[in-house]
């Protein structure tokens, strides 16, 4: 594959403010460059009612953390440390690094990352009358908690960051609206999308829905073509690497869709 598979074109991210670098330095290796269109901020929570929550959690049989945020949020809080016996789960295998740095060695993560891919792991297939520790950010993954309550766990939620709503990106905006150069929308998150998408002007947003999607998911590609998006592919998990090489390959094998005028 060429490392100039993406030149001249820009990838969207919608990741958190500052959260951006790795996708920059993937989209980097083909020749692209990076849009950040942050809808939110992460704020680690730090008051005595989360401390409690996340202890319950730490205390189940199971603790499944949902991304590198909540470990570095739920460290500040206290350290991590692993009992015998006890499982520790990632949504993926940048969760699971970020649990290793912070001590945990040990953590299992879906080769298939994201929610889909979590729930099909051996670890969660039978969990009735079991208690697990979810450590998460209110709005987050709120597929696995249902699911794992409807297979009869008992779910132990430590909310432990938030993501607090932020004005789309100004200059970022007006680039968007001037875009002549091809656009990859690279989609980790159905909830990032949605409130990016209500907060962009009408016109801005018609020009949005023209960019193609490499989504993390069969779950999100189904919610980007729900949402108005013509041309959407599913990357291999939800990694910047991944995103990237779905791009990459697309644009190297397939014919660009026509532009809407």
């Known amino acids: 594959m060429s490392r100039t598979a993406l030149a001249g074109c820009y990838v969207i991210s919608l990741r958190p403010v500052g959260d951006h670098a790795a ?26 009612a989360t401390r409690r929550q996340l202890q319950a959690a730490l205390d189940c049989e199971r603790v499944l953390f949902t991304s590198p945020a909540a ?33 945990i060695d040990d953590a299992i993560a879906p080769r298939q990352m994201g929610s889909e891919g979590l729930l099909a792991l051996p670890a969660l297939r039978d969990v009735r009358d079991s208690r697990i520790g979810l ?8 597929v696995i908690g249902p699911a794992l309550e409807q297979r009869g766990a008992g779910v132990v939620r430590a909310d432990v960051y938030t993501r607090e709503p932020v004005a789309l990106p100004a200059r970022s905006i007006d680039l968007l609206r001037t875009m002549q150069a091809p656009a990859w929308l690279a989609l980790s998150s159905g ?22 999607v ?24 939800a990694s910047p690497r991944d995103l990237v090489a779905c791009m990459a390959s697309a644009s190297m094998a397939l014919p660009r869709l026509p532009v809407p005028t």
Do not use: N
């Not at 490499?214 to 980007?224: D, H, I, Q, W």
């Open 71 to 103: 470990v570095r949020a739920a460290q500040a809080l206290q350290g991590l440390s692993a009992r015998p016996g006890q499982a520790w789960l990632a949504v993926g295998a940048g969760t699971a690094a970020a649990l290793r740095r912070a001590g």
């Open 23 to 48: 996708l920059r330095r993937a989209a980097a290796t083909q020749g692209a460059r990076v849009l950040a269109l942050s809808p939110w901020k992460l704020l680690p929570r730090d008051d005595d």
């Open 191 to 212: 909830d990032a999308l949605q409130q990016a998408m209500a907060a962009l002007p009408a016109a801005v947003l018609r020009i949005f829905l023209r960019a193609r």
């Open 135 to 142: 450590v998460t950010a209110p709005a987050g993954r709120e």
């Open 214 to 237: 490499a989504a993390a998911s069969e779950r999100l590609a189904t919610l980007a073509r729900e949402r108005g998006f013509a041309d959407v592919l599913v990357a291999a998990s």
